[in-house]
C-alpha cells in the first residue's frame, strides 16, 4: 500500500475533473508505525500553540491518553486533562447535552488548541467544540471504528434526537498502527463493516445523479473503490489484527473520510444503509435498547439493501418508470409518519416534508433504453467491489443480520419502510415506494438474508 497518499502530508486545493474544485482543510494525516512519538514535533510545527486540551475517557485514556500526557508535558506543552465521563442513562457514551457541558467547561482553562483521544464520539465532540470556539483540533485515533475522523459534520444528540452540525475538519489525524490494532476487535469489526456500506451509499448517489442530475464526482468513487477492494482481499487478515491488514482499514477509513471532506458533506459515504443504521440508533435511545455500534449497524444494513438493488435490477426489463411520473408519497403517509415517530416526529418533520415535496423523474428519460443500460452498468459497478456484502461481513467476524444485534424483524422491517423519511436524501428505499415495490421489497430481501445466513 502506498504511504504517501496524497492528503498525508498537506493542506490540499485541486481542480479535479468532475468540474469542482476540491479543498482538503486538513494539514497533517501521519499513520503507521511510531505516531505517538512524532505528535509533540508536529503540533509545533503546525503552531498549534503550548496549551493543549486533552478529551479522553476512562477507555482512551487507557489505550493511549495516558502515554500521550506524558510525553507532551516532556516536551514542554502545558496539558489540561479532559475525562469526560459516560452518561448514566446510556449504554455508551454520548455526545448529548451533558457531554457537551462537560467538554464545553474546560474551555475556560484557555486552550490554544484541542487534541481528541478516542474514535466516534470524542471526536465529534472535540469537533464540536472546537468549531463553537474557533480553536483548532488534532485528533489521535484510538479505534479504527469509523470514517468520520476527517469529516467535516459532528453528529450531536439534540433533546434525544441526534442531528449533524457542520463543524471543522481536523487539522491533524494522528493514526498509531499499535494503538489501533489493539483496540477491541468489535471496533475494528465496525469499522470495516461502516466501509461495506459505501457500495450501496454510492449506489445511491449513482441513482440520484442519473435520475435527477445530482452532481457526482467519479474521484471520490476512485478513493473508495480501491480503498474497498483491497480491504476485501485483507477481511480475515483484520479480523486477526494483522498490522498489515489494520493499515489497509485505517487507509481506507481515512479515505472515506475525504471522499466526505472532498463533497463537503456525506453523500459518497451514506445512502440508504446509513439511513437504516440511524433509524435505529435514534429508535434505541428513544426506548432504551441497546443500539450496538455504528459500523455493526451499517454492515448489516448494507447486506439489506444491496439485496433491495438485485430485487430492483432484476425487475429493470418491466419496472414501471411511468408510476415515478405520477406517484408519490402523499399527505396521508405525512400523518402515518406523524404517528409512527410520535415524539421523535418533530426532528423529522423538515425532512419528511421535503421528502414528500421531492419532484418526480422529470422526464421521459427512463423510456429510453440506453438510459436504461447505462443506469443498470453504473450500479452495477458501484456494487461491484463487495458483490456479497453478507459473505464479507462473515469473513471478518461481524454480524450480517440485525437479529445479531438484538433487533426484532418487526423493528428492521419499520426500519426499513419509515427510515427514509428521517432524511430527505432519495435512495433506493424511496425509488422502490414510489414504483409501489417497497413492502414486496422489503419482504424479499429479509427472507433472502434469513436463508442465506441460517444455510
Ligand atoms: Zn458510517
Ligand atoms: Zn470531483
Not at 250 to 276: C, K, Q, W, Y
Request: with cysteine; aromatic share 8%.
Amino acid at each position: 500500500m502506498d504511504k504517501a497518499l496524497f492528503y498525508f502530508d498537506k493542506e490540499t486545493t485541486f481542480p479535479c475533473r468532475c468540474g469542482l474544485t476540491h479543498h482538503i482543510p486538513t494539514r497533517r494525516t501521519l499513520l503507521g508505525d511510531g505516531v505517538m512519538e512524532e505528535i509533540p514535533t508536529v503540533l509545533r510545527d503546525l503552531g498549534m500553540g503550548k496549551r493543549i486540551l486533552l478529551l479522553w475517557d476512562e477507555n482512551t485514556y487507557q489505550s493511549g491518553g495516558k502515554t500521550l500526557e506524558g510525553m507532551l508535558s516532556r516536551t514542554g506543552f502545558h496539558t489540561i486533562p479532559g475525562m469526560i465521563h459516560r452518561q448514566k442513562r446510556f449504554r455508551h457514551l454520548e455526545p448529548d447535552e451533558e457531554a457537551r457541558s462537560q467538554a464545553g467547561r474546560l474551555l475556560q482553562e484557555k486552550p490554544d488548541c484541542i487534541l481528541a483521544v478516542g474514535s466516534g464520539v470524542l471526536n465529534d465532540l472535540a469537533k464540536f467544540i472546537a468549531h463553537r470556539a474557533g480553536l483548532p483540533y488534532s485528533v489521535l485515533a484510538t479505534a479504527p471504528s469509523m470514517d468520520g475522523y476527517s469529516s467535516p459534520g459532528a453528529p450531536m444528540l439534540v433533546g434525544g434526537y441526534k442531528i449533524t452540525f457542520d463543524a471543522t475538519p481536523p487539522i491533524a489525524i494522528f493514526m498509531d498502527l499499535e494503538i489501533l490494532a489493539h483496540a477491541p476487535l468489535r471496533l475494528i469489526q465496525s469499522g470495516f463493516a461502516d466501509l461495506v456500506g459505501k457500495t450501496t451509499a454510492n449506489a445511491d448517489w449513482t441513482l440520484r445523479h442519473l435520475l435527477f442530475d445530482e452532481h457526482e464526482c467519479a474521484y471520490t468513487w476512485e478513493l473508495v473503490r480501491d480503498a474497498l477492494i483491497i480491504l476485501e482481499k485483507n477481511a480475515e487478515r483484520v479480523r486477526k489484527r494483522d498490522e498489515e491488514a489494520i493499515f489497509a482499514l485505517s487507509v481506507a477509513l481515512l479515505n472515506s473520510g475525504f471522499s466526505m471532506t472532498i463533497t463537503g458533506d456525506s453523500r459518497p459515504a451514506s445512502g440508504a444503509e446509513h439511513l437504516i443504521a440511524h433509524y435505529l440508533e435514534i429508535m434505541s435511545l428513544h426506548r432504551d435498547w441497546d443500539p450496538s455500534l455504528h459500523g455493526l449497524r451499517v454492515g448489516a444494513a448494507t447486506a439489506l439493501v444491496s439485496t433491495l438493488y438485485d430485487y430492483f435490477l432484476s425487475l429493470l426489463p418491466s419496472f414501471k418508470w411511468e408510476r415515478l411520473h405520477n406517484l408519490g408519497p402523499t399527505e396521508n403517509t405525512l400523518e402515518e409518519v406523524a404517528l409512527h415517530f410520535g415524539p421523535l416526529y418533530p426532528y423529522i418533520e423538515k425532512a419528511t416534508r421535503k421528502k414528500i415535496a421531492q419532484p418526480h423523474i422529470p422526464d421521459k428519460r427512463t423510456e429510453n433504453e440506453t438510459f436504461l443500460t447505462t443506469l443498470e452498468t453504473a450500479i452495477r459497478a458501484k456494487l461491484s467491489p463487495l458483490p456479497d456484502p453478507s459473505l464479507t461481513l462473515t469473513r471478518c467476524g461481524a454480524p450480517t443480520t440485525f437479529g445479531e444485534m438484538g433487533f426484532s424483524l418487526q423493528t428492521v422491517r419499520d426500519a426499513l419502510r419509515y427510515s427514509r423519511y428521517v432524511r430527505a436524501r432519495f435512495t433506493i428505499l424511496d425509488l422502490l415506494d414510489q414504483a409501489g415495490l417497497l413492502n414486496d421489497a422489503i419482504e424479499y430481501a429479509m427472507e433472502r438474508n434469513r436463508t442465506k445466513n441460517t444455510v
